[in-house]
């Protein structure tokens, strides 16, 4: 798995997926601050799909900040327990690549 990790890095040098991570954690918690808005004023809403498909790429801290910061989508299993899951496996994921 040693190779799976230099492969990693060389494509991915950390400066890059630093930036990588605050942008997308900067989007995720934007989209879902939006639709939040948009709950508010009964319009068009982003998809349940799309807010966790977020979360998967690397923006489960945005999500989670948002969810704990504007009470949004605390109600449905699929983030309040979903949403931490995906943020432990990520964690455990860099740590695995970093591992060596």
Known sequence: MS???????RLMPMKYLLIYLILINLITFVVYADDKRRAKKHLWRTSEGTLVMLAVIGGSIGALLAMLLLR?????TRFTIGIPTILIAQILLVIFLLAD
């Open 3 to 9: 190779y799976l990790c230099q492969v990693f890095r």
């Open 72 to 76: 949004h989508k605390t109600r449905h």
